[in-house]
């Protein structure tokens, strides 16, 4: 594929602002749009570089006239000008790029883009249904409190929209966080109850899950809820003792972002629930495999602005699945209406995202059309 021209547009996205790359190769146009977030990890790549998206969108070389038949190709010629951290150019544009690039590739080749990636089956939404933490200060200190069933696909989709609603009615409140999750000044423990009650008097199917996106909430060895400062320890005992109570299935960062051997503990503790990794993994290789070492995890979130390289995300999901743990992708809070997620997320079983609105909607409508 001869490249004509690489553009980068800076575009307005619900929650913020992000980058589009308009890619033009073989006389054909793609484009792809990147979302990021705002409970970052530290270990994530710099996504719009050290310096800014305009000094990103400065500093990306010229692919004018180069000509590329892989991914791995391009990829290779990106790192040439700049290191796997992309301080200079930016893991979002990269990303972009990429996407643009398998997209164009796919129209050449009369492929989807989803056959780039393995598998058959579109993974169950886990939905978000109240936020907190960095998306939303005003309710409790956890991030997401989630919901999922095993049904088919559509079913339970649908089951997930009606339980969304169903609870925003229970809690009396209107207001959404960035991601959808109702927004409620409530602690974590009455947020878990009220789910708990609903999911006892109508909906039996549904397992209740946990983003405590702990990280957002530690500084030098002490957790800082709203109400209490607690320590490793404390915190250990305290998530243990949520996913005994509410026989939570699923828990993900429950300890910030360096402590492998408390996700150790707690997996070793909570068998039954899947212990997952997000700020601690940031879909890095490396990082995954002191996790399998360690036993820290049973599940792991796949978010690929994180990375930035499509090689090492792929490479990622891979070795999840060759280590028993599950991957789960997911998309961010400061979220794009591109769908392109929902295709890379095939072969998986459980994607993580909100219930309501447009930019997480798309995500949805595209699995519905791929589902075999
Ligand atoms: C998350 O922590 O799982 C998440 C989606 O957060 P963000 O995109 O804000 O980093
Ligand atoms: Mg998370």
């Known amino acids: 594929m001869i490249f004509q021209s690489v553009k980068f547009e800076k575009i307005k996205i619900p929650n913020g602002l992000t980058v589009k790359c308009v890619l033009r190769a073989d006389g054909l146009k793609s484009e792809a749009t990147v979302p990021y977030g705002t409970s970052a990890g530290k270990y994530e790549v710099s996504c719009f570089s050290n310096f800014g998206l305009d000094a990103a969108i400065k500093n990306f070389p010229d692919l004018k006239g180069k000509s590329f038949k892989t991914l791995n190709s391009l990829e290779k010629e990106i790192l040439r000008y700049d290191s796997e951290r992309f301080v200079k150019i930016g893991g979002n544009l990269v990303l972009a790029l990429s996407v643009a690039f398998l997209r164009l590739k796919a129209k050449l080749e009369g492929k989807e883009l989803f056959n780039f990636f ?30 999922y069933s095993d049904k088919p696909f559509k079913h339970a989709v649908n089951l997930n929209k009606m339980f969304h609603k169903r609870l925003g009615a229970v809690l009396g409140v209107k207001t959404l966080d960035l991601e959808g999750g109702w927004v409620v000044n409530l602690s974590e423990e009455k947020v878990l109850d009220k789910i708990a009650d609903l999911r006892d008097d109508s909906f039996p199917e549904i397992k209740i899950g946990l983003d405590i996106a702990a990280s957002s909430f530690y500084k030098k060895g002490r957790y800082y809820y709203k109400n209490r400062v607690i320590g490793g320890k404390s915190q250990l005992d305290y998530v243990n003792g949520l996913i005994k109570k509410y026989d939570l299935f699923y828990v993900e960062d429950p300890f910030h972002e360096d402590d492998f051997d408390s996700f150790a503990e707690l997996q070793a503790k909570s068998k039954n629930c899947l212990v997952c990794g997000d700020d601690l993994l940031v879909t890095n290789p490396d990082r995954l495999w002191r996790a399998v070492g360690k036993s820290s995890c049973r599940a792991a979130i796949v ?58 909607e798309s995500k949805i409508k595209r699995l519905s059309k791929i589902v075999f």
Do not use: Y
């Not at 907190?132 to 309710?139: C, E, F, I, L, R």
């Not at 690929?304 to 997911?330: A, H, T, W, Y």
């Open 303 to 360: 978010k690929p602005n994180q990375i930035g390289l499509l090689s090492k995300m792929s490479e990622f999901v891979k070795d999840c699945k060759k280590n028993r743990v599950q991957p789960v992708f997911s998309h961010r809070s400061k979220e794009s209406f591109d769908d392109w997620l929902a295709d890379m997320s095939v072969g998986t079983k459980m994607m993580k995202m909100g219930i309501v609105g447009k930019e997480r």
């Open 118 to 147: 393995s598998g058959k089956r579109v993974p169950n939404q886990l939905g978000k249904v109240v936020g907190g933490g960095k998306h939303a200060p005003k309710g409790p200190d956890f991030q997401e409190f989630l919901i």
